[in-house]
């Protein structure tokens, strides 16, 4: 089987934004962050509140929450522009034993069994090579092939969350 991707900047971006925000304290820490910037504007504008002293230390706390997607976005284009193997057209091959990877400047092979784990999200096959290292394919280049990759997947044994 064949399947033929390419990332641009913006799509790794809302990648990295989507992995970033799934998990919960992120999500909590944020709607917590736009709470305080609120108390705290209330409180800066005159208005009573429930707050004794000035909220100084919850104001910039809450602007530090809330700047992490631009410090995620910097950090993101620095890391996708330093990876030039990102923003290559890559071929990948699987077989039932192998994975070939094929860019415009390497060429590369694994085994399935050096495979961490396989995890689908709702945009995303992940091809994890380690605990924080992966191949990252959009579900959209894998046309009508995906039922085959799924099945491929469980015939390797490698651990693996799939959707049905």
Do not use: C
Not at 13 to 41: D, K
Not at 55 to 79: E, Q, T
């Amino acid at each position: 089987m064949r399947i033929t991707t390419k990332l641009d900047f913006k799509t790794y971006y809302r990648f990295t934004l989507s992995m970033t925000y799934r998990r919960f304290i992120m999500v909590f820490a944020t709607i917590l962050a736009i709470l305080w910037l609120i108390g705290s504007s209330i409180y800066f504008f005159g208005y009573n509140t429930f707050f004794v002293d000035p909220p100084y230390f919850l104001l910039v706390v809450s602007l530090i929450i809330l700047s992490f997607p631009i410090w995620l976005a910097y950090s993101a284009k620095k890391h996708f522009n330093s990876n030039l193997k990102l923003k290559e057209s890559i071929v990948y091959e699987f077989y039932p034993d192998i994975i070939k990877m094929t860019g415009e400047s390497f060429h590369s092979e694994m085994s399935w069994s050096t495979v961490y784990k396989v995890v689908e999200t709702k945009k995303w096959i992940l091809i994890y090579q380690s605990r924080t290292a992966a191949n990252l394919l959009r579900i959209s280049d894998f046309e009508d092939k995906l039922d085959e990759f799924k099945a491929l997947v469980k015939e390797t044994k490698v651990k693996a969350t799939l959707s049905k």
